[in-house]
């Protein structure tokens, strides 16, 4: 059993691809279990929702000092984690230590809109056996997003001096290559 990390930018499908796995492996008779983390809040408190549409209940909504190892022991094939990177890297380790019994398939943001990585995202570039990218193109140009440009209500662009924990959507990112996000002339895109 594997510990796998899928990662995306926002807008990337990272949630759509979860929900579609959850309900093929629930159809084939898989016994999954689908966790997000509670500060995850932004559509739903109890419900992954995908920009799509999908949504499905959450099984288990975890706060930052949630022990998920209680789940050792349960009957599952598979845990599914959405918005990852909100974990605790503790939390990663014990999501490994799970793989003993089942395949865990992590979905998140690999790096927050200052270019640095999340700590649970860094646990589990360290620790995954499998890391795959879902790829999106930039938003102002072809190129691969590969960041989140994060601009307040006025279009400024933010790249640091700002929580690093601050949800929001399409309202607040735009998933952009490097080129753009380098650019101080994205501004007049936005």
């Known amino acids: ?14 949630s759509a691809n979860l929900l579609m796995l959850a309900y093929n492996y629930e159809k084939q008779g898989k ?3 689908v966790i997000k983390p509670s500060l995850e809040n932004r559509d739903s408190d109890i419900n992954i929702v995908s920009r799509t549409g999908l949504f499905r209940k959450v099984d288990y909504l975890i706060s ?5 190892e209680t789940l050792i022991g ?7 984690v ?3 990177q909100f974990l605790h890297p503790n939390q990663i380790d014990q999501l490994r230590n799970l793989t ?9 943001l690999r790096t927050c809109f200052d270019t640095s990585l999340f700590p649970a995202s860094k646990r589990l570039m360290e620790i995954a056996d499998t890391i795959e990218e879902i790829k999106t193109s930039c938003v102002f140009c072809k190129n691969k997003a590969i ?8 279009g400024m662009i933010i790249k640091n001096n700002s929580s690093l924990i601050d949800l929001g959507g399409d309202d ?11 650019d101080d002339s994205t501004l007049l895109k936005i």
């Not at 930052?64 to 998920?68: G, P, S, V």
């Not at 349960?74 to 599914?80: H, K, R």
């Not at 960041?147 to 006025?154: E, H, R, S, V």
Request: net charge neutral; aromatic share 16%; with cysteine.
């Open 82 to 84: 959405d918005e990852c």
């Open 1 to 14: 059993m594997k510990l796998l990390f899928r990662y995306g930018t926002m807008s990337s499908s990272k």
């Open 100 to 108: 003993k019994q089942c395949t865990v398939i992590c979905y998140g």
């Open 74 to 80: 349960l009957d599952i094939d598979f845990i599914l």
């Open 64 to 68: 930052y000092d949630t022990n998920i």
């Open 31 to 33: 016994k999954i279990i």
């Open 147 to 154: 960041i989140n440009l994060k601009y307040n209500t006025d």
């Open 172 to 182: 607040k990112y735009k998933s952009v290559c490097w080129e753009c996000w380098d």
